[in-house]
């Protein structure tokens, strides 16, 4: 594919010609780094993965194998293992899990990039800001799926709040948030800039939790047990229940999509979780090899995310 030579920047309504192209860096392969560094990378954008161990080893020797409907493919993309104080990118984007994301950022403190985008879960920005400062750039990934076998199934949200969801903590348009944004139109992902990132954060985190129920001491639920009435009972009533703490906390719900469902019936939330763990897609997400890793990030969020919220009432 080639190299987009201009994008549109609908907040001016005029097309601003790329002169420099931006040099991007995944800090992590996983998933969503993974899911990431293909889309901006068949964009032709100057891309960087940083991986180690295996993953590291695979991407070198095979370049990055996904799944394109079907069929294997493959694409090389530039990686490193370290990185190096005074290797510069425009934007690094730290995808990791919440309980790694303090490890990742005390990883790069010392480089001295302007930008760090992270993609997670989380509650606040408080132990991240002491780590990178300002440069720290809040947001949420719109993607998801799985790897298996070193070959990437994952796919973009097609709706604007599926895309992928960045803004400053202040609320402020800075001209970085452009920037950003221009990356993601030239690679045609849908994104939003979010006026409220943390209240959104907050939102997202009453939704995640209650994956908890999906697993067990050692592993996950079945797909007959994560569809049964029993676990979907305790899911929507969760849901419901963290929704209000939120609302209660004085803390905005949003987006609207998610506020809604603390009006709905229980039953009109077991009915749609039940129709999501009909869809291919969504079990490999929710019970899948990368849901096994979320253990621990699922099982923290829940935990700050009820002592945070019973502190605020």
Known sequence: MLLKQSVTNSMEGRIILNTKPHKLLIFGAGVIGSVYALRLAQSGL????????????????????????????????????????????????????????????????????????????TIGYDSWLEIVGDRLLPGFPGAGGDIKEDVLYAQFGSEKHQGTIFGEINGQTTERVKELAKIFESADLHYEIQKNIQ???????????????????????????????????????????????????????????????????????????RQMLSNDFIIDVKLGNHAVSQKAEIMLLHEVFHKKLSVRR
């Open 199 to 273: 209240a959104f954060h907050v939102s997202h985190a009453a939704l995640a939790i209650v994956n908890k129920h999906f697993y067990t001491y050692d592993g996950l639920v079945d797909i007959e047990t994560a569809r049964s009435e029993s676990t979907l009972s305790k899911i929507a009533a969760d849901i419901k229940q963290n929704i209000r703490l939120v609302e209660q906390a004085g803390i905005p719900v949003i987006p609207p999509e998610t506020k809604s469902m603390s009006e709905f019936p229980e039953k009109d939330i077991i009915s749609i979780y």
């Open 46 to 121: 100057d891309v960087t993965i940083l991986a180690r161990g295996k993953r590291l080893e695979a991407l070198k020797r095979d370049g990055l194998k996904y799944n394109d409907n079907g069929t294997i493919k493959q694409i090389s993309i530039k990686t490193i293992e370290k990185l190096d104080n005074d290797d510069i990118y425009d934007f690094i984007f730290v995808p990791v899990r919440y309980d790694q994301v303090e490890s990742a950022l005390s990883a790069i403190k010392h480089n001295r990039s302007k930008t760090i985008v992270t993609f997670t879960n």
